[in-house]
């Protein structure tokens, strides 16, 4: 069946450095790719999706491209900072649901 | 104006009793869903209901029980509750299931249940 896997974490990093989350996944056909965000004390929201190969998606500075070959949509930002402190899930939408990844806790120390 | 909203924020019980979490959106959503988040944070679907109509039960033991008295809520009941219910869970609706791909879920604020 369609999964979704993502870098395990903690992810602890100072402000200011670079990120990158794993995510590849596994589907039948063209599934659209999601990242979802979920800061503490809140249900998930949507950070940026992406519905077709070679689509990037972007939002408060993150980014992924969905890349078909390698099956994966890292998610990508250049400069973090304390706000972006949460845990992000990877997803993927079937035919009929939205899969998550198990979640990647990032810690931003300032 | 709160787009999903749950309730209880917070649920604290004894084992075996049966209690319940209502949820509500406001957004003329067609599908809602349950989704459990464990203490590691991974989260898992557990229903979906579709124009009232229950679409998945992804194995859930049958102590859980959805209701949807209309398309604008989806209830959670949980029976006999047990130590390994201790979870949050969150309530989410989206716009349409199988037919459109660029649709999002919406979250509500989640509901930690923690039986002693």
């Known amino acids: 069946g369609d999964s979704v896997t993502q870098m395990e974490g903690p992810v602890t990093l100072s402000e200011e450095a670079c990120l990158t989350i794993?995510?590849?996944?596994?589907?039948?056909?063209?599934?659209?790719l999601f990242w979802y965000v979920q800061y503490p004390g809140e249900g998930l929201q949507l950070l940026l999706k992406a519905t077709k190969a070679d689509d990037k998606g972007s939002n408060k500075g993150f980014e992924a491209t969905y890349r078909k070959e390698t099956t994966s949509f890292h998610l990508e930002k250049g400069s973090v900072q304390v706000s972006d402190s949460a845990v992000y899930f990877c997803?993927?939408?079937?035919?009929?649901?939205?899969?998550f990844g198990k979640g990647t806790r990032l810690h931003i120390l300032p | 104006d709160t787009a999903v909203s749950q309730t209880p924020k917070y649920l604290v019980t004894q084992m075996g009793n049966d209690k319940s979490i209502k949820c509500e959106q406001n957004?003329?959503?067609?599908?809602m869903y349950w989704y459990k988040q464990d203490s590691k944070k991974f989260l898992k679907i557990m229903f979906s209901?579709?124009?009232?109509?229950?679409?998945i039960n992804e194995t859930v033991p049958n102590r859980f029980s959805p209701k949807s008295p209309d398309k604008a809520h989806l209830n959670l009941h949980i029976n006999s509750l047990e130590l390994g219910d201790s979870a949050v869970y969150f309530c989410a609706s989206s716009q349409l299931l199988g037919g459109g791909t660029n649709e999002k879920l919406f979250f509500g604020s989640g509901t930690q249940l923690s039986v002693l």
């Open positions: 997803a993927l939408r079937g035919d009929d649901k939205i899969i």
């Open positions: 794993n995510c590849t996944y596994t589907a039948t056909g063209y599934p659209s």
């Open positions: 209901y579709n124009n009232k109509e229950l679409i």
């Open positions: 957004l003329g959503h067609d599908t």
